[in-house]
Each structure stands twice: as structure tokens, then as C-alpha cells.
């Protein structure tokens, strides 16, 4: 077949805006914003294409503004989740069955009208709901997930290009067809970020699979708009069904199901090995070995030489780690810093800190806002207030917090004395940094430090002008972290660039972002055709001399 016939437009990553003073998009942003707090709305379940509604009616609110309603939506149970499998099978075999343009073309509308008529809205929504400023959601909401879906299009056709060898005049023809799974994908999305919310259903649907998505409760909000987009993009009834419903509910009732063929998941490591294990116990029950595609926790670093740039460091530790108030998998959580750069950095942090303001996102000169929700609080704040009263830790920086108004907390940061210190080694998903300084001498024995200190292996970053400390560190970190940065910070992937994921406590390392992902969701066949088939059983060596 040729080439042409897996022409796709060529992806390239959606540019994020400025959203600068006087700019088009700022003023169409603030209209946005103004006009979904103006009025409150009902998020229904979408299931076969329907809204489905039950009694239990719920509030929505935003994270800095708890006074402030946004919505409803409405809670479902066992129930809603069993309509939302059958939905899904009833759609398959039109949906796995239409032609791979044809899919292509509707998440490919679905990055322009994302791109185009939706942007101000999903970035409002975004900057609402979870309480990330402007530029945080631009990336997030709009650029990364533009990017999924146009260039997970070109991954999908890549695949499906790739066909084994078949040699001219053989009388054989070989050809590969990658098929959906067999069965309906299970979608378990997080709050932090929308492109994840709107990647996990719809990279396996792409490939022709049929999803339940179950997103975070405290972003069914955003995803109801994900999925507003794709049924205006023309994604037909059935091929993802949105419920919003408990995890152990949707657990229960999904990884019982004999159609079960596979999750992708973003979440908590505890989470995910539960899930596992569940899966584990029902393998029997399957038609299928499910498919388990997972990104979990992390306990993300930087480590920094003797000879780094201090300002650079500084820089990358208050954009790494505080940015979406921590609220990354990829957020710098621990830092291994020289003795001999400590005075320059420590002085440039706390400036930098002291500069830094936070409140309600609509005002876009605060630098943070709010945790998602008051479970997030009361974690996050009991290390901080553990750690005022340790002895091995000392807070140079912040240790406030005050969920009255908001779920507010201070960038902190604490100085450890013991580098296994607990905030050293958990992760604690929120704006809490924390530091070891080392002996300069003692950088090869500190890289063997954090390579054995957390469980975890996401992302990381070594900072040095020395090109043998960066080798070093590349080479004893080889397993450290799946997104490995050089005088970078560990956040900010791009989707095409830096394909995402880690292993360890941290995943399955499937790579989002890439076509090792989509490679996942399909179940591959391998055909050959006999153009002249044998008549004769009896092979040559067999005759008589």
C-alpha cells in the first residue's frame, strides 16, 4: 500500500500564548471567566451519549474560593457504571470497525476546536477549578492536550504503516492488523492535569478500543468539557462513557467484568498496586490478560554540583517545585545541594519566595493559589507541622497555611539535616521542598544517596558545568528517573519531545506522549495469504534418488 495512504497532517506542538497585557486572549480570558461565575451550571454523566442525572446532587466550588459556587454535578453508583459498560460494548463493533482516518479525523477536530472556539472557556474552567493561573492552564489544558491528540494521530498511522516483509512473486502476501482489544478500557484520570484527563480515555479510543473514564472528582468539571469537545468533534454515542462515581465502586464493578481488557491510569502508587492486585485475583474471570498502563507517584530531585550555575539552580527549584503549588508528578520534592553553593542559593531562594505572591488566579500577578481540596490540605500541612517540631528539620521558609477562605499553604521549605528524612523520601504533592546540603567531596557518594533514598523513579535533574559530573550523574541515575534533565528543571514536558513516564514506585514507564503508549491499546494479528496453495503434501527431499 502507499505511503500516502498514512498521510496525516504533520503534528506540531500548539503555541502556548502570553496572555500579556492588552493581548486578544487575556481580554477574550477575562470574559471567560466572568461568564462561567456568572451562572451555575449541572454536570450530568455522559453515558451512550446521553446526560445521565441521579439523586445525588452535589456542589462544586473553587479551591480558593469556597463561598463561590460554580455548579452541580450529580453522583452515580454500581449502576451508572454497568450502563456505562454496556454502552461501551454496544459501540465497538461499529466504532472498531470504522475506518482509522475516520477516528482520526474527529480527535483532529477535537485539537482545533480546543485550539479555536474553546480555549478561553477550558482555560477558565481550569484556572476555576483547580486553581492554576493562566499560563499553568495554557500549557496544561490547551496546549498538551492539542498536542495528544494531533500527535497521537501520527503515532496511530505510524503503526499501522509498519507491515511485515513480503517478497514480490513469492505468492505470499504478509500484512500485520492491529486490532483493538478485545473488551472496554477502563479511564482513571487525576485532578492535577486536564491534558492527562483528556489523553487516558482517548488514546485508546483513537486505536479503536471503547472506554469507561472515571476522572477525579475534583476535575469532573473540566473533563465534562473534554468531553463536551469530542461529542462536538463527532465522537459517536457509547465509545466513552463519563461516570462519576466512588474508585472502590467503579473497582467493583468494573474489574469483576469478563470484558475487562485494560486500564490507563494516573494516580497514587498505593492506588495503583491495589488495583493490580485485584486485577491479580479476578485473571481467571478475563477473556483477555488485561492491559495495565499506569503513571503513579514520585519523589522528584535535582541534585546540583559544585560547578552548577546558582542562579539557574534557584531558578529551577522555585519553578520546579512551586509552580501549581506542587501539585505536579513531576514536581521537585527533595534537592541535594553543595556546601560550597549553599549561601548563593539559599539567598536567591528566599528572595525569590519573598517575591512570590498567592491568592484567586483571576488576579495574574499571583504566582500560586490554592491546594485542590481540603483532604490535600490537612496532608500536606501535617508534614509541615511535623517538621516544625523535628529536630532533624528546619523550616527556612514559609510553614504557614489557612483553609478559612481557601485551601491556602505557603511555599516551604525545609533544610533537612538527616537526607532520610521523611519529607526527603515520601511524597507529598504540594508546595513543600526539601533541601540537603552535601559535602562538595562527596557528590559521587550523594548520587548513591539518592539513587537508594526514594522508592520512586519519575522525573530528576542534574545542574553542572562540569561535563564529567553530568556523565556521572546520567550514569549512577540510569534507573532514577524515567525523564532525566541536564540544567534543566524535572517539569514541563512537552508531548513529542520528551515522552513521559517513570518505573519503580513511579509506573509502568509507558510513555505518554509517544507511540510506545499507543502501541499498548492495540492487540496485533499477524495474516498471511497463500495467493497458489499446495496440492501435494509430499515435499522434495522426500523423492526417490
Same mark, same amino acid.
Given at each position: 500500500m502507499s505511503d500516502a495512504y498514512f498521510k496525516v497532517p504533520q503534528a506540531i506542538n500548539e503555541?502556548?500564548?502570553?496572555?500579556?497585557?492588552?493581548?486578544?486572549?487575556?481580554?477574550?480570558?477575562?470574559?471567560?471567566?466572568?461568564?462561567?461565575?456568572?451562572?451555575?451550571?449541572?454536570?450530568a454523566m455522559t453515558i451512550g451519549g446521553q446526560k445521565v442525572k441521579t439523586a445525588k446532587k452535589l456542589s462544586i466550588h473553587p479551591p480558593h474560593e469556597l463561598k %463561590?459556587?460554580?455548579? %452541580?454535578?450529580?453522583?452515580?453508583?454500581?449502576?451508572?457504571?454497568?450502563?456505562?459498560?454496556?454502552?461501551?460494548?454496544?459501540?465497538?463493533?461499529?466504532?472498531?470497525q470504522l475506518p482509522w482516518q475516520e477516528r482520526a479525523a474527529i480527535f483532529l477536530k477535537a485539537a482545533d476546536l480546543l485550539a479555536g472556539p474553546y480555549r478561553q472557556k477550558m482555560n477558565a474552567a481550569?484556572?476555576? +477549578?483547580?486553581?492554576?493561573?493562566?499560563?499553568?492552564?495554557?500549557?496544561?489544558?490547551?496546549?498538551?492536550?492539542?498536542?495528544?491528540?494531533?500527535?497521537?494521530?501520527?503515532?496511530?498511522?505510524?503503526?499501522?504503516?509498519?507491515?511485515?516483509?513480503?517478497?514480490?512473486?513469492?505468492?505470499?502476501?504478509?500484512?500485520?492488523?492491529?486490532?483493538?482489544l478485545e473488551g472496554f478500557v477502563f479511564a482513571l484520570t487525576p485532578f492535577n492535569f486536564a491534558s492527562i484527563a483528556g489523553n487516558l480515555p482517548s488514546a485508546p479510543a483513537l486505536m479503536g478500543n471503547v472506554v469507561v473514564w472515571k476522572p477525579a472528582e475534583s476535575q469532573l468539571y473540566v473533563s465534562n468539557l473534554i468531553m463536551e469537545i469530542l461529542e462536538e468533534a463527532g465522537l459517536p454515542p457509547g465509545v466513552i462513557n463519563l461516570v462519576f462515581v466512588s474508585g472502590p465502586v467503579a473497582g467493583e464493578v468494573i474489574f469483576s467484568h469478563t470484558d475487562y481488557a485494560g486500564i490507563h491510569f494516573t494516580g497514587s502508587t498505593g492506588v495503583f498496586q491495589d488495583l493490580w492486585q485485584t486485577m491479580g485475583k479476578n485473571l481467571s474471570n478475563y477473556r483477555s490478560y488485561p492491559r495495565i498502563v499506569g503513571e503513579t507517584g514520585g519523589k522528584d530531585f535535582i541534585i546540583a554540583h559544585s560547578s552548577a550555575n546558582a542562579p539557574?539552580?534557584?531558578?529551577?527549584?522555585?519553578?520546579?517545585?512551586?509552580?501549581?503549588?506542587?501539585?505536579?508528578?513531576?514536581?521537585?520534592?527533595?534537592?541535594?545541594?553543595?556546601?560550597?553553593?549553599?549561601?548563593?542559593?539559599?539567598?536567591?531562594?528566599?528572595?525569590?519566595?519573598?517575591?512570590?505572591?498567592?491568592?484567586?488566579?483571576?488576579?495574574?500577578?499571583n504566582f500560586m493559589s490554592a491546594v485542590i481540596d481540603e483532604r490535600a490540605f490537612d496532608k500536606i500541612s501535617s508534614y509541615i507541622a511535623d517538621a516544625k517540631k523535628d529536630k532533624d528539620a528546619e523550616i527556612i521558609f514559609g510553614g504557614g497555611y489557612d483553609k478559612s477562605k481557601g485551601y491556602f499553604i505557603e511555599p516551604?521549605?525545609?533544610?533537612?539535616?538527616?537526607?532520610?528524612?521523611?519529607?526527603?523520601?515520601?511524597?507529598?504533592?504540594?508546595? +513543600?521542598?526539601?533541601?540537603?546540603?552535601?559535602?562538595?567531596?562527596?557528590?559521587?557518594?550523594?548520587?548513591?544517596?539518592?539513587?537508594?533514598?526514594?522508592?520512586?523513579?519519575?522525573?530528576?535533574?542534574?545542574?553542572?558545568?562540569?561535563?564529567?559530573?553530568?556523565?556521572?550523574?546520567?550514569?549512577?541515575?540510569? %534507573?532514577?528517573?524515567?525523564?532525566?534533565?541536564?540544567?534543566?528543571?524535572?517539569?514541563?514536558?512537552? +508531548?513529542?519531545?520528551?515522552?513521559?513516564?517513570?518505573?519503580?514506585?513511579?509506573?509502568?514507564?509507558?510513555?505518554?506522549?509517544?507511540?510506545?503508549?499507543?502501541?499498548?491499546? +492495540?492487540?496485533a494479528r499477524a495474516i498471511k495469504e497463500n495467493f497458489v496453495s499446495p496440492t501435494d503434501y509430499r515435499y522434495p527431499f522426500m523423492a526417490e534418488e
Amino acid at each position: 500500500m502507499s505511503d500516502a495512504y498514512f498521510k496525516v497532517p504533520q503534528a506540531i506542538n500548539e503555541k502556548v500564548l502570553s496572555y500579556a497585557p492588552g493581548s486578544p486572549e487575556k481580554a477574550a480570558l477575562k470574559k471567560a471567566l466572568k461568564e462561567i461565575k456568572s451562572k451555575e451550571v449541572e454536570v450530568a454523566m455522559t453515558i451512550g451519549g446521553q446526560k445521565v442525572k441521579t439523586a445525588k446532587k452535589l456542589s462544586i466550588h473553587p479551591p480558593h474560593e469556597l463561598k %463561590h459556587t460554580l455548579g %452541580h454535578f450529580y453522583k452515580g453508583g454500581a449502576g451508572e457504571v454497568k450502563m456505562a459498560i454496556d454502552a461501551a460494548l454496544k459501540a465497538k463493533p461499529a466504532w472498531e470497525q470504522l475506518p482509522w482516518q475516520e477516528r482520526a479525523a474527529i480527535f483532529l477536530k477535537a485539537a482545533d476546536l480546543l485550539a479555536g472556539p474553546y480555549r478561553q472557556k477550558m482555560n477558565a474552567a481550569c484556572m476555576l +477549578v483547580q486553581s492554576k493561573t493562566v499560563y499553568q492552564s495554557e500549557i496544561d489544558a490547551v496546549a498538551e492536550l492539542c498536542d495528544f491528540w494531533r500527535f497521537n494521530v501520527q503515532f496511530m498511522a505510524e503503526i499501522y504503516k509498519e507491515q511485515p516483509l513480503t517478497v514480490s512473486g513469492s505468492g505470499i502476501w504478509n500484512r500485520m492488523e492491529y486490532r483493538p482489544l478485545e473488551g472496554f478500557v477502563f479511564a482513571l484520570t487525576p485532578f492535577n492535569f486536564a491534558s492527562i484527563a483528556g489523553n487516558l480515555p482517548s488514546a485508546p479510543a483513537l486505536m479503536g478500543n471503547v472506554v469507561v473514564w472515571k476522572p477525579a472528582e475534583s476535575q469532573l468539571y473540566v473533563s465534562n468539557l473534554i468531553m463536551e469537545i469530542l461529542e462536538e468533534a463527532g465522537l459517536p454515542p457509547g465509545v466513552i462513557n463519563l461516570v462519576f462515581v466512588s474508585g472502590p465502586v467503579a473497582g467493583e464493578v468494573i474489574f469483576s467484568h469478563t470484558d475487562y481488557a485494560g486500564i490507563h491510569f494516573t494516580g497514587s502508587t498505593g492506588v495503583f498496586q491495589d488495583l493490580w492486585q485485584t486485577m491479580g485475583k479476578n485473571l481467571s474471570n478475563y477473556r483477555s490478560y488485561p492491559r495495565i498502563v499506569g503513571e503513579t507517584g514520585g519523589k522528584d530531585f535535582i541534585i546540583a554540583h559544585s560547578s552548577a550555575n546558582a542562579p539557574q539552580v534557584v531558578t529551577a527549584l522555585t519553578r520546579g517545585a512551586f509552580e501549581y503549588q506542587g501539585q505536579k508528578c513531576s514536581a521537585v520534592s527533595r534537592a541535594y545541594l553543595p556546601k560550597s553553593l549553599w549561601p548563593d542559593i539559599k539567598s536567591g531562594l528566599l528572595k525569590d519566595l519573598k517575591s512570590i505572591k498567592m491568592g484567586n488566579p483571576e488576579d495574574f500577578s499571583n504566582f500560586m493559589s490554592a491546594v485542590i481540596d481540603e483532604r490535600a490540605f490537612d496532608k500536606i500541612s501535617s508534614y509541615i507541622a511535623d517538621a516544625k517540631k523535628d529536630k532533624d528539620a528546619e523550616i527556612i521558609f514559609g510553614g504557614g497555611y489557612d483553609k478559612s477562605k481557601g485551601y491556602f499553604i505557603e511555599p516551604t521549605v525545609i533544610v533537612a539535616k538527616d537526607p532520610k528524612y521523611r519529607t526527603m523520601c515520601e511524597e507529598i504533592f504540594g508546595p +513543600v521542598l526539601t533541601i540537603y546540603v552535601y559535602d562538595d567531596e562527596k557528590y559521587e557518594d550523594t548520587l548513591e544517596l539518592l539513587n537508594n533514598t526514594s522508592p520512586y523513579a519519575l522525573t530528576g535533574a542534574v545542574f553542572a558545568k562540569e561535563r564529567e559530573a553530568v556523565m556521572l550523574a546520567t550514569e549512577r541515575l540510569r %534507573h532514577s528517573a524515567g525523564n532525566f534533565y541536564i540544567n534543566d528543571k524535572p517539569t514541563g514536558a512537552v +508531548v513529542g519531545q520528551q515522552p513521559f513516564g517513570g518505573a519503580r514506585g513511579s509506573g509502568t514507564n509507558d510513555k505518554a506522549g509517544s507511540i510506545l503508549n499507543l502501541y499498548r491499546w +492495540v492487540s496485533a494479528r499477524a495474516i498471511k495469504e497463500n495467493f497458489v496453495s499446495p496440492t501435494d503434501y509430499r515435499y522434495p527431499f522426500m523423492a526417490e534418488e
